[in-house]
């Protein structure tokens, strides 16, 4: 089994911040394989699963807050009993020019809270991880306020393409870099 973990803050409020990238994507693999989330309160989670070439590929929103990301990822990880190679976490990324998307194997949190929570829960920062870049053509006073405000409509059929070449991108690292 795979796991992709998209970070976002639950709530409509949130919903279409660049904060919440991570569980757009989600949420557009979910509509494009017809799958839906479940509530999962003892995983902290939101999750729904489908099968791409003989894989289960389980998608994961948590239910806590961004900067508590780590405890639902520990919760996934610990019930499930899996390789954190086999889990990928998908967010923004504030220091990534914009929808730019960049896959790594491991690596620092930079400026996110989200994945300084994973690691700090971790101990680790060995796992992969997809970034989505929101990096702005302007200067910003304020990291928090531009990274929960919502993306602007003229981004949305950039998103959506990028969502695609995404998932095919991630799939094919899943396929060929992941422990069994």
């Given at each position: 089994?795979?796991?992709?973990?998209?970070?976002?803050?639950?709530?409509?409020?949130?919903?279409?911040?660049?904060?919440?990238?991570?569980?757009?994507?989600?949420?557009?693999?979910?509509?494009?394989?017809?799958?839906?989330?479940?509530?999962?309160?003892?995983?902290?989670?939101?999750?729904?699963?489908?099968?791409?070439?003989?894989?289960?590929?389980?998608?994961?929103?948590?239910?806590?807050?961004?900067?508590?990301?780590?405890?639902?990822?520990?919760?996934?990880?610990?019930?499930?009993?899996?390789?954190?190679?086999?889990?990928m976490v998908v967010f923004d990324?504030?220091?990534?020019?914009?929808?730019?998307?960049?896959?790594?194997?491991?690596?620092?949190?930079?400026?996110?809270?989200?994945?300084?929570?994973?690691?700090?829960?971790?101990?680790?920062?060995?796992?992969?991880?997809?970034?989505?870049?929101?990096?702005?053509?302007?200067?910003?006073?304020?990291?928090?306020?531009?990274?929960?405000?919502?993306?602007?409509?003229?981004?949305?059929?950039?998103?959506?393409?990028?969502?695609?070449?995404?998932?095919?991108?991630?799939?094919?690292?899943?396929?060929?870099?992941?422990?069994?």
């Amino acid at each position: 089994m795979k796991v992709l973990f998209g970070l976002g803050n639950p709530g409509s409020k949130y919903e279409k911040t660049r904060h919440n990238v991570g569980f757009m994507f989600l949420d557009y693999l979910a509509k494009e394989h017809g799958v839906s989330f479940v509530s999962k309160p003892k995983l902290k989670a939101e999750i729904a699963e489908f099968i791409s070439g003989g894989q289960k590929i389980l998608l994961v929103k948590p239910t806590t807050f961004m900067n508590l990301s780590g405890d639902a990822f520990a919760s996934v990880k610990n019930y499930y009993d899996l390789e954190i190679s086999n889990m990928m976490v998908v967010f923004d990324d504030f220091d990534l020019p914009m929808l730019k998307t960049r896959l790594r194997k491991e690596g620092s949190a930079g400026t996110h809270n989200g994945m300084r929570s994973i690691i700090s829960v971790l101990k680790s920062q060995d796992f992969p991880r997809f970034k989505i870049g929101f990096k702005p053509d302007h200067q910003v006073s304020d990291l928090s306020s531009y990274v929960l405000s919502n993306i602007p409509s003229k981004f949305t059929d950039d998103l959506r393409e990028l969502f695609e070449t995404s998932e095919t991108e991630i799939l094919k690292y899943f396929k060929e870099n992941s422990a069994k």
